[in-house]
């Protein structure tokens, strides 16, 4: 597949809006797709008429990394694409553009963490949100131990983990994982005005409040600390059986302690 057709791309009013449109609709986050949310990201940083950018996704917003490319990977490699993972939200996160995920059907792993890392999230009625990692014998790879507590605090954090538990929109906006839920066929309506709104201030006053609090929340080293600890996992038996139990679509027997 050329990499032009794996994330869409329309800017209009100063504002710039990437859907992610994989082939199947579940916009699985492969190395590919990775590589190429980044290259729009940096393209858009350098887009002067571009206020703020909206990243959804068609169908589904992102059901998380591709198990099929992470399955024979050694701790090195995993350490390399959880990297690449990092890359991609740190430059969201740190973009002198405000970023707001319109959230549509499923945001699990690493699409939850990628909507994480945005400034806000718009949530359609039938969005779901999870971090399921730990069925697989992982950890959350792409920050999601560091800016998920940040947002629903430690406790709820903690549960939504260690569980894996998937939560629909409503539950997401009472424990403040997005801004506001709306119907579904109102979420980009919704996602355009947040960020016309965005795009009528002051490009430098949005660029210095959006470093400002993000500067209040520095989770660096827990960053670099996750990264470490997502390798580690690709060495243990249990993340070879979480991630045989996923393909072959059944409960896995987890044995290391």
């Not at 909206?54 to 701790?75: H, L, Q, V, W």
């Not at 730990?134 to 954090?157: D, E, H, M, Y």
């Not at 066929?185 to 919704?190: A, Q």
């Amino acid at each position: 597949m050329n990499t032009s057709e794996l994330i869409g791309t329309e800017k209009k009013d100063g504002i710039a809006i990437l859907t992610l449109s994989r082939s199947g609709g579940m916009n699985i986050l492969d190395t590919e797709m990775l590589q190429r949310l980044s290259q729009c990201l940096l393209d858009l940083q350098k887009d002067d008429r571009i206020r703020a950018v909206i990243i959804t996704g068609e169908r589904n917003f992102s059901s998380g990394a591709d198990i099929n490319e992470m399955k024979d990977k050694t701790p090195e490699e995993a350490g390399i694409f959880s990297k690449l993972g990092h890359h991609v939200c740190t430059l969201i996160e740190n973009m002198e553009k405000v970023v707001i995920a319109a959230v549509n059907g499923l945001a699990l792993g690493g699409g939850c963490e990628i909507a994480l890392a945005c400034d806000m999230r718009i949530a359609a009625e039938n969005a779901r949100f999870g971090q399921p990692e730990l069925s697989l014998g992982l950890i959350p790879g792409f920050g999601g131990t560091q800016r998920l507590p940040r947002l629903v605090g430690p406790g709820k954090a903690k549960e939504l983990i260690l569980t894996g538990r998937i939560i629909d929109a409503r539950e997401a906006e009472a424990i403040g994982l997005v801004n506001g839920v709306v119907k579904n066929g109102e979420l980009m309506e919704r996602a355009e005005e947040m960020a016309r709104l965005v795009a009528q201030k002051s490009p430098r006053a949005a660029t210095l409040s959006k470093r400002l609090i993000n500067d209040n929340q520095e989770i660096t080293r827990g960053l670099e600390r996750e990264m470490i600890s997502f390798s580690e996992c690709f060495a243990t038996q249990d993340h070879r059986e979480g991630i045989a139990a996923f393909l072959e679509k059944r409960t896995p027997k987890f044995k290391d302690k």
